[in-house]
């Protein structure tokens, strides 16, 4: 069945550390998306990529790196993590050519920088 | 810019009651409309979309009807369960911007339907 998987699903971090998230993708889809979610705030997107080798900058880039090698794998890092990162975190794929279309989610990444 | 407004951030009903969730949009272009579901833990859900004037997205019983008069496409059920207790997102993607292929969320809303 084809999915969006993360990895890990919990991570405890500490101010200053580095920090990487990972997704895969078995969609076959050219695009994917890194949001972070916040009580009231909803779904906010970081980056986002058109398929392997891209990324672009989404609405709250400031703080994160996203790296695309492949088709199936996009990855959020942090370099210098903060306390103000803690969130829950969410990758998603969706189709691309001629949008807008659906996007499909993992399941999440909740980090704690501490 | 493009946006999304759900203006409830919590609903709370009983099984059965009817289910309202509000959302407008502002774009500039004609957007592509669409509903997520969250369910505790999980990552939202598709559930379905709209792309045209009075065109109407249905799945698992919601419904909403895509109205560009009012700016509008608000999600319904005739009768909700306890099961639908869960987090809805309204979201829109542009097609006559660059960023065709991004979509952006409102700020959720939280139903809870008791016993």
Redesign the interface.
Known sequence: EAA?TQSPRNKVAVTGGKVTLSCNQTNNHN?M?W?RQDT??????IH?S?GAGSTEK?DIPDGYKASRPSQENFSLILELATPSQTSVY?C?S?E?D???????????TRLTVL | GDSVTQTE?QVALSEEDFLTIHCNYSASGY??L?WYVQYP??????LF?ASRDKEKGSSRGFEATYDKGTTSFHLRKASVQESDSAVY?CA????STSN????Y????TKLTVEP
């Open positions: 969006v695009n998306y949001y009231g705030h909803g779904l906010r997107l986002y058109y989404g969410f998603a969706g691309g001629w949008g807008p279309y659906e996007q499909y989610f993992g399941p999440g | 951030g957007p592509a669409f833990g999980e990552g939202p859900q598709f979309r997102y829109l993607g542009d097609p065709y292929n991004v979509l969320f409102g700020s959720g």
